[in-house]
Nanobody, 122 residues
């Protein structure tokens, strides 16, 4: 069992940056691939980025490539999402998630955090 809590969201102007963090409980954090997702009002939840259990592999949605960077610290049980050059269309609730699957990239995520709001003003 893994419990996840996101932080770092807020209000930022277009072109600015934010760094989201996701703190995980549980001693098996390092064995889970992790992902970031987002959901804007009226839209379905969409994939943003993922990172393998050891951090050696990453995978991004086209909308995130070149602007967002996912990383993890398995000692601190934390996964990060560095977001640069933010756009108003990045406004959403951002969720981190953990996958029990051994597939890569993961398509099934089993544990979810409550989310953190990111708002980008124009």
């Amino acid at each position: 069992q893994v419990q996840l809590v996101e932080s770092g969201g807020g209000l930022v102007q277009a072109g600015g940056s934010l760094r989201l963090s996701c703190l995980a409980s549980g001693r098996t954090f390092s064995s889970y691939p992790m992902g970031w997702f987002r959901q804007a009002p009226g839209n379905e939840r969409e994939f943003v980025a993922a990172i393998s259990w050891g951090g050696g592999r990453t995978h991004y949605a086209d909308s995130a490539k070149g602007r967002f960077t996912i990383s993890r610290d398995n000692v601190e049980n934390t996964v990060y999402l560095q977001m640069n050059s933010l756009k108003p269309e990045d406004t959403a609730i951002y969720y981190c998630a953990a996958s029990k699957s051994s597939d890569w990239p993961s398509v099934q995520y089993d544990y979810w955090g409550p989310g953190t709001q990111v708002t980008v003003s124009s």
